[in-house]
């Protein structure tokens, strides 16, 4: 495993800017399960995910655990990542205003191939966008994104909203999922906690990290409320690292 640097204030600084999404990589990658199965996917020699691999992490390539959410591309799987958006190909006949455009040739793409077809990962408008395509359209084929009615509907036609907006060069500043400073701040102490945890370091020895040593010391510790807030912390990584991260792609941020 990695050595997070827990005490240092500098190694989270990157999260300032993480999404929900980013969030749950960053909890995962802290799993050693994870990084037992990244290396045995990785012995394989084939980027194509394992449909074991797929269906336990939710990836549908393996994402290095040694990298942050900054630092890879990572592509969720469409049953892991509720705003992953499905394009087919529409016959001309049935579109009025067709749009058409080349995955390959758009600026910040990233496309690869696994065995259920294209999966693109978009950077525009300030945001990133997910795509999964059954067949690579060619440059004149006319695009259309399905939508299913059903529990991630609201979710998944937002993202569609995103998606237009930036193929268009608009704006759409009040519904942009932006987590708030606060929401960072609080997924930034759940995974410095856990790093504490995994190193070894005690309650009271995290609570100071955390929280500094002058509020720990201000009474006993055994009754102190900084030990509850931190248990509960280390607690909620643990849950995330263990599989509670999912719930962050689908936008659920938890009580903590």
Known sequence: ????????????????????????WETLRRNRDYWTDFRSQRARRSPVMSGQFRQRWGFLFAADPQKSFDRQTIFWAPEALPTVLTVGIASPKSVLRPYHFDLRKLAGADLRQAADGWHAVLRLGGMTHRLWLRELPTKRSSLMLELPLGADFDMQSRAADWLWSALNKQTLVRSRPTLSQQSRQRFTLVIRALDGHLEGNNYRAIAQVLFGTARVAERNWKTHDLRRRTIRLVQAGLSLMRGGYRTLLRGKRGPW
């Open 1 to 24: 495993m990695l050595d997070f640097r827990f005490g240092s204030d500098e190694a989270y600084a990157r999260l300032k800017l993480a999404e929900l999404h980013d969030f749950a």
